[in-house]
């Protein structure tokens, strides 16, 4: 009875070992999986846990006795955690713009029967998870409306975008500076429009976004693009407008290239790029080259007229791979007509030209910190790098005289005295270098009186002194700290100046936060959902946006 009681546990797992004789050993038993040997003294726990541990699936398939405990032993999941289950895929499918469908594919419903450990789970049906999107967008949109309620000034950004499916959306942004001096930035809508781009239209769109959020009396600013439509538009608000400054500095540097020399040297970058980006045998080739040269491989890119410093890009990837690319033609039967070393000097010049513009363009286009009062010293800044040299060639002169010309007149267009009222603000920029002395004087006179008014009518104190006197706090040595550091630590003291910095620091340089929000809507709205109802895309980007940083 003893012997086949062993021999039904072992049979087929681990054997008796052999002695040299021939004879058996019945007192070391080796496992046939893995060939390791245990002392055997009529126990089998030690077998079992070795089996468990290291042969488990072997052990479950071939010995019932040994199966280790599978997934339909376990108790199915109760009501509370299949609730909370389906609430956490509502909110991953509405953060990472995953289509509802995805609730209906086989593999997903395999995958959560293993990570819930119940074999019975089926995935929440589609009109379930719907809505458990709209109560998700619900809790959210309060969240919001609490921020903006416990908030006194609120600036926008708006611009339009054109789905896959041909349909117009305005998609807007709100910004804000908190109680503990911290940026804030959300989108409020992505809403579809019917009507044609006029300027009525365009300003009764924004209005009637402001109103659905009640924040019409603490609207400051609207920030769009310079197009024709949105300033007339912006004349009708009653809100200040901010013309984006990252779209003003391209079209500088557009304006600049057409009147330069370096037309014909791009004209042939483009060609070079296409002859590799539309063969996948040429592409293979420069590949080959630039691995045999010992640098990894890397894409040629094309510029693209509406796509930010894609140009500058361009030629630093051709520089970069000068020498795999002219070895690659050399061998290769081409017509294209090959850049000659004064225009691969050119192409040299130009990136030392588009660097810091494309450095001011990413700093313009932030929305984590300040960037409204970093646009006059980061203009500034551009002007002195443009500054003609006897060592400049002809063409890089006209670039220069051009881009300050072209830069000059568009600043013109902007929202000056705002920007100057920004620039003052921030105590990083507190001495106005990037203003002219003429003007110095001006702001500091403008944002007292502005102190002046917001002040309560009532007699100042010796104490209180004017409100001149109040600016001298910005004064004082913040060389060491952000501007939302400063102003946390100096807010309690001169509460109408924080109030103002709130006010005009919360506005942003550019609409590119409008443009990050159309990248998300142009993920949920592709091929395979374009007839996406307007709704659901609303609160999909929305929900998107709301949730990014949890």
């Known amino acids: 009875m003893e012997k086949q009681e062993q021999d039904g546990l072992l049979d087929g797992e681990f054997k008796y070992k052999k002695n040299i004789d021939g004879t058996i050993n019945k007192r070391v038993v080796i496992c046939t999986h893995c060939s390791?040997?245990?002392?055997?003294?009529?126990?089998?726990?030690?077998?079992?846990?070795?089996?468990?541990?290291?042969h488990a699936f072997v052990g479950a398939a071939a010995s019932p006795g040994l199966r280790q405990t599978t997934l339909s032993e376990r108790r199915p999941l109760g009501k509370s955690s299949l609730d909370k289950l389906t609430d956490n895929i509502a909110k991953w499918i509405a953060k990472d713009c995953r289509p509802l469908s995805i609730v209906e594919d086989k593999g997903f419903a395999d995958v959560l029967k293993v990570a819930s450990q119940d074999a019975s789970y089926k995935p929440p049906a589609r009109s379930t998870i719907t809505i458990?999107?709209?109560?998700?967008?619900e809790t959210e949109k309060k969240k919001k409306e609490e921020v903006?309620?416990?908030?006194?000034?609120?600036?926008?950004?708006?611009?339009?975008?054109?789905?896959?499916?041909?349909?117009?959306?305005?998609?807007?942004?709100?910004?804000?500076?908190?109680?503990?001096?911290?940026?804030?930035?959300?989108?409020?809508?992505?809403?579809?429009?019917?009507?044609?781009?006029?300027?009525?239209?365009?300003?009764?769109?924004?209005?009637?976004?402001a109103r659905r959020w009640r924040i019409e009396e603490k609207v400051t600013t609207v920030g769009t693009d310079s197009a024709r439509n949105m300033i007339a538009a912006a004349r009708i608000m009653p809100f200040n407008h901010m013309p984006c400054t990252a779209h003003i500095l391209q079209r500088c540097i557009t304006v600049s290239l057409a009147d330069s020399g370096f037309v014909t040297a791009l004209a042939k970058c483009r060609k070079i790029v296409g002859h590799f980006k539309h063969s996948p045998a040429n592409t293979a080739e420069l590949n080959a080259e630039q691995v045999s040269l010992g640098r990894k491989e890397e894409p040629l890119a094309q510029?693209?007229?509406?796509?930010?410093?894609?140009?500058?890009?361009?030629?630093?990837?051709?520089?970069?791979?000068?020498?795999?690319?002219?070895?690659?033609?050399?061998?290769?039967?081409?017509?294209?007509?090959?850049?000659?070393?004064?225009?691969?000097?050119?192409?040299?010049?130009?990136?030392?030209?588009?660097?810091?513009?494309?450095?001011?363009?990413?700093?313009?286009?932030?929305?984590?910190?300040?960037?409204?009062?970093?646009?006059?010293?980061?203009?500034?800044?551009?002007?002195?790098?443009?500054?003609?040299?006897?060592?400049?060639?002809?063409?890089?002169?006209?670039?220069?005289?051009?881009f300050k010309e072209d830069l000059a007149s568009r600043q013109e267009h902007t929202n000056y005295a705002l920007l100057q009222?920004?620039?003052?603000?921030?105590?990083?920029?507190?001495?106005?270098?990037?203003?002219?002395?003429?003007?110095?004087?001006?702001?500091?006179?403008?944002?007292?009186?502005?102190?002046?008014?917001d002040s309560p009518r009532r007699s100042h104190t010796a104490e209180e002194g004017p409100a001149k006197k109040r600016l001298s706090l910005l004064q004082m040595d913040s060389d060491s700290e952000s501007e939302e550091e400063w102003w946390a630590a100096h807010a309690g003291a001169r509460s109408q100046l924080a109030r103002l910095a709130r006010r005009y620091l919360a506005t942003p340089a550019s609409t590119v936060p409008c443009e990050r929000l159309f990248f998300v809507a142009g993920h949920i709205v592709n091929k395979k959902r374009s007839a996406l109802h307007s709704e659901n895309v609303d609160k999909l980007v929305c929900l998107s946006n709301w949730l990014k940083d949890e």
Request: net charge negative; with cysteine; hydrophobic share 40%.
């Open 36 to 54: 390791k040997e245990f002392q055997f003294q009529r126990s089998n726990s030690t077998l079992k846990y070795h089996l468990n541990a290291k």
């Open 148 to 209: 903006l309620v416990h908030t006194e000034c609120v600036a926008l950004t708006g611009d339009h975008w054109t789905s896959l499916s041909n349909d117009n959306y305005l998609g807007v942004t709100a910004h804000l500076i908190t109680e503990a001096w911290g940026l804030t930035s959300f989108a409020l809508t992505i809403m579809k429009t019917e009507e044609r781009h006029f300027a009525e239209a365009c300003a009764e769109q924004f209005q009637t976004v």
């Open 303 to 402: 510029d693209v007229p509406t796509r930010w410093n894609s140009t500058l890009e361009m030629v630093k990837r051709l520089i970069r791979n000068q020498t795999a690319v002219t070895a690659t033609l050399d061998k290769q039967k081409h017509k294209l007509v090959l850049l000659t070393p004064p225009e691969w000097d050119k192409l040299q010049r130009l990136e030392t030209l588009l660097e810091p513009c494309r450095y001011v363009t990413e700093l313009l286009g932030g929305e984590a910190y300040v960037s409204c009062s970093v646009v006059l010293p980061a203009f500034c800044h551009l002007r002195r790098v443009m500054e003609v040299t006897d060592e400049d060639p002809a063409y890089v002169v006209r670039f220069k005289e051009k």
């Open 132 to 137: 458990g999107i709209h109560e998700l967008y």
């Open 421 to 453: 009222i920004a620039t003052a603000l921030d105590p990083r920029f507190k001495d106005l270098r990037s203003v002219p002395k003429t003007d110095r004087e001006a702001v500091w006179t403008t944002l007292a009186g502005m102190l002046h008014e």
